[in-house]
């Protein structure tokens, strides 16, 4: 009897525990309800906005619009790009969520209660607020309310765009794509004179566009290089500002009163259109140069220092990190030139004079049977040069020079072309030392090169002759 008692007790306790159960799941959705939704909750056209501010980890960020234009409340001198602001506002015109949650009774749970990021949004006759809350556990989208008593989820994140800091709405500097470069000069130290001209009878290389103007002429230049000093220029991350408004008192604190260098690149962006001209300033702060300098060993190079950039008369005055910053400042005719003795095209060679060790021997081309094919020949007989070859384009400067060498000739060249400007190329080797040679290219003295490369030619012939 006793055992049947406690049974039925158990049995009631369960059925109250079921009960509360389901009383409190039906009162849970009474108070909570959740539903698909693809309501459009807010339509807030871009143009009518007149102000708009925004609370998140980085603190508060306030605009207002003055004339069509947004302007920075804290500071109105700060560039602000409009398009940027408008691009931020612009889902608010017509902002729809995923799911609505009615009833709310605790606001906590959706991380409402402290909000990640507040978005005010003004206009002339209403502000709108907009809580940004945490995400969902099951489809990971911001919980989201604008103060109607619901809460809804949102498929688009507006802090994508509201997670915005001052710096990311600058209205920058833009450097052009440039199209084709006709020109670059610059000033200061090792200063350049660069100008374009298509099939120049001063070069035998075929890919060479770029000449350095010079007392004596020109000087071709690697097209390679020059391009890659434009793209510096061209790829600048015009970003990080140190000034957006610079005084006279931060220019000569950037030492751009006096840049140490100025690139003027003049381009057209289509064929047969008039040039146009980018402008582009560049120094290093004049304390932190002499700081790196005192800081020197003596002999050593002082350590990179970190550089500004303006464009033009702009207002606004970039950081550049040291090593674009160096790039710039370092580039010259001798980091822009080709560093190959010869940077000619073999296919346009039709023979090969060595003199070595007093004495001449001669490599001869003729076209072979099959099209576009050549064969090389040696005394008669036929040889392979592509040794030859490899050496003689792997003679590289190492340090440029205009000395006349003095050492003992290790061995001389004369390539034949195919080029009515250039159809023999005289290029002759000296010891110089264990680990360097001397090139002189046409009678003047071009570069140093790794003597190395030079014992390679060498081989190169001898292992065709004997």
């Not at 009518?48 to 003055?66: F, I, K, N, Q, V």
């Not at 833009?174 to 084709?180: A, D, L, W, Y």
Request: proline share 3%; with cysteine; aromatic share 8%.
């Amino acid at each position: 009897m006793k055992r049947q008692t406690k049974l039925i007790a158990l049995l009631a306790v369960l059925i109250v525990i079921c009960l509360a159960a389901f009383l409190a799941s039906r009162h849970e959705e009474q108070l909570e309800q959740i539903r698909n939704s693809d309501a459009v909750i807010l339509e807030i056209p871009t143009d009518s906005l007149t102000a708009l501010s925004w609370t998140g980890e980085d603190g508060t960020l306030s605009l207002h619009r003055e004339n069509g234009s947004w302007v920075y409340d804290d500071d109105p001198a700060f560039p602000v790009d409009n398009d940027i602001v408008d691009g931020m506002a612009e889902q608010f015109a017509s902002f729809g969520v995923a799911f609505e949650i009615t009833d709310v009774t605790d606001t906590a749970q959706y991380g409402l209660d402290d909000p990640e990021c507040t978005i005010t949004l003004t206009t002339a006759d209403k502000t709108t607020t907009v809580q940004l809350g945490t995400f969902s556990t099951m489809d990971s989208q911001r919980y989201v309310s604008i103060g109607d008593g619901k809460v809804y989820l949102v498929s688009h994140d507006p802090y994508d765009e509201f997670d915005a800091v001052l710096s990311d709405l600058i209205l920058q500097d833009t450097v052009p794509n440039f199209g084709t470069v006709t020109g670059l000069q610059a000033d200061g130290d090792n200063a350049l004179a660069i100008t374009r001209q298509e099939d120049s009878p001063d070069t035998y290389c075929a890919d060479d566009v770029f000449f350095q103007q010079l007392d004596s002429g020109v000087l071709p230049l690697d097209t390679s290089l020059v391009n890659s000093l434009t793209n510096t220029i061209r790829n600048l991350s015009l970003t990080d500002y140190a000034s957006y408004n610079v005084s006279q008192e931060e220019l000569d604190t950037f030492g751009l009163t006096s840049p140490e260098r100025t690139f003027t690149v003049t381009y057209t962006m289509e064929e047969d259109a008039a040039e146009e001209t980018f402008v582009l300033h560049v120094s290093r702060d004049p304390a932190k140069l002499q700081e790196a300098i005192d800081n020197a060993e003596e002999g050593e190079e002082p350590a990179d220092v970190a550089g500004y950039v303006r464009v033009g008369d702009s207002q606004i005055v970039y950081n550049i990190n040291a090593s674009t910053c160096a790039s710039l400042l370092e580039a010259s005719q001798d980091t822009l030139r080709h560093k190959e003795v010869f940077p000619g095209a073999f296919d346009t060679v039709s023979q090969i004079d060595v003199t070595l060790e007093g004495n001449s021997f001669t490599f001869t081309s003729a076209p072979g049977e099959e099209e576009d094919s050549v064969v090389w020949q040696f005394n008669g007989a036929e040889v392979s040069v592509s040794s030859l070859e490899s050496a003689i384009a792997s003679l590289s400067a190492t340090e440029f020079t205009t000395e006349q060498p003095t050492g003992k000739e290790e061995i001389s060249l004369v390539i034949h072309q195919d080029d009515e400007n250039f159809p023999e190329v005289h290029i002759t080797l000296y010891r110089v030392d264990g680990t360097n040679c001397a090139a002189v290219v046409d009678g003047t003295p071009f570069a140093l090169v790794s003597r190395s490369s030079v014992v390679d030619l060498i081989e190169a012939v001898n292992a065709l002759i004997l």
